[in-house]
């Protein structure tokens, strides 16, 4: 059967090239880079390789790069460092409804450890109104935390634009770029962020490694104790064969990005009026230009995001969809609620995300194979049948 793999926002197959560096590393430079001889110097070595890489696809210095465990941590490096580092100064902090869980429960528990925390809302595409935010903050705000682009729906948001309102008002802003690394031009300087939150497993990199970017001079309490390790702000041993796979990762995404995103753009655009032209009542969900080059999100009426996601499977596509099954019972996704879409056509969503390995071979197997099964589902469904 074919197989086409249509889920890279949740995560990408690591290149052929990142494994073999990975695996030699492994072999060869197995040193502790603390250590003093030359086992932990050349352990040390492919680390600020490493770091180099990593800074010069987001236009940072690598001093400004700490290795983390991923995106969950460095969101959670920053939620929690950084409201700690400043509570004297004051204890509340901004961020919008269409965060990942990452943002979103991190949140949840400032909020319970005395923190206040504001989500702004956003408008039918999925983006923050910059005049919310200057309304929003207050001479408590010490920490603003805006995603560059929407794992579920792909919205582009306007971080220059957020982050410039917060310069002014003496806030320290972050963004989680998880999903922007690698498919669009990032760069702190003109984004003009504190810090920034990316992941290797989302750019053909491995898991369990990520990196958040400090700008200099920024400070945080750190969630690790222990050693000195990246400038006394994480401690443990470093992840060396995951920090050297994501630091090509980051390496290949800087020189092929434009191509890339060409690519994808174009197997996106092919993939959503494709849909739209062979199946009734769909819509597209996001904005319709601000969005990241591989996300194709549509609710499909009358039919479950879910049935059609096992329907795909057994056809050997994989998707999302836009709910996730919590103990037993299917709730609609908290972005396409927070975007004022209909809890029906929240539950019927789909979430198709291209990666680099995907070919228009893949884009037209799904145009065959999907709109049939659409039609059997809606079929079956009572609600299709009610709408005559
Ligand atoms: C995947 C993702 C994360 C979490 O990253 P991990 O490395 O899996 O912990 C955070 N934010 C966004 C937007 C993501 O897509």
């Known amino acids: 059967m074919r197989r086409v793999y249509m889920d890279n926002s949740a995560t990408t197959p690591v290149r052929q090239e990142v494994i073999e560096a990975m695996s030699e590393c492994m072999k060869d430079d197995f040193g502790n880079p603390s250590s003093l001889h030359w086992f932990g110097r050349q352990a040390r070595r492919r680390m600020e390789t490493a770091r180099e890489q990593v800074a010069g696809l987001i236009g940072a210095e690598p001093e400004e ?33 269409v965060e990942h869980h990452a943002i979103l429960h991190t949140g949840e528990y400032l909020e319970k450890n005395g923190f206040d925390v504001t989500y702004l809302a956003v408008d039918e595409h999925g ?3 910059p005049d919310h935010l200057r309304h929003a903050i207050g001479p408590q705000t010490t920490l603003v935390s805006i995603m560059l682009a929407n794992n579920e729906v792909g919205t582009i948001q306007p971080i ?14 972050h963004t989680d770029a998880v999903q922007g690394v690698g498919q669009l031009d990032v760069d702190v300087e003109t984004l003009g962020v504190d810090f920034l939150s990316l ?14 970017y400090v ?3 920024r400070r945080f309490q750190p969630l690790f104790h222990g050693g000195g390790h990246e400038r006394r702000r994480r401690a443990g041993t470093e992840n060396i064969p995951g920090i050297v796979g994501l630091g090509l990762a980051c390496q290949l995404s800087h020189e092929e990005l434009p191509e890339r995103r060409e690519k994808l753009v174009a197997m996106r655009d092919g993939l959503i009026a494709g849909l739209i032209e062979r199946v009734e009542d ?8 601000e969005r990241l080059p591989n996300n194709c999100n549509l609710s499909f009426n009358y039919v479950e995001g879910e049935a059609m996601l096992l329907n795909l499977d057994l056809q050997g596509i994989a998707v999302a969809s836009g ?13 396409l609620l927070a975007m004022g879409v209909s809890r029906e056509l929240a539950q019927g969503s789909l979430r198709l995300s291209l990666g680099s390995f ?12 999907l709109p049939p099964i659409v039609d059997k589902l809606r079929q079956m469904s009572p609600l299709y049948h009610g709408k005559e």
């Open 127 to 129: 983006r923050v109104d």
């Open 358 to 369: 995907n070919c228009t071979e893949d884009v037209d197997y799904v145009l065959e194979t």
């Open 282 to 289: 769909v819509q597209l969900n996001g904005h319709p230009s």
């Open 199 to 212: 992941s290797g497993h989302k750019l053909y990199g491995p898991k369990g490694v990520g990196a958040l």
């Open 323 to 335: 709910s996730a099954c919590t103990s037993g019972s299917i709730e609609p996704s908290h972005v």
């Open 65 to 97: 790069i700490v290795f983390t465990s991923g995106g969950t941590e460095a969101d959670n490096m920053v939620m929690k460092g950084v409201t700690q580092q400043l509570r004297h100064k004051g204890r509340h902090v901004i961020t919008s409804s």
């Open 160 to 173: 220059e634009e957020l982050a410039a309102i917060c310069r002014e008002n003496g806030v320290l802003f």
């Open 215 to 217: 700008r200099r001079n």
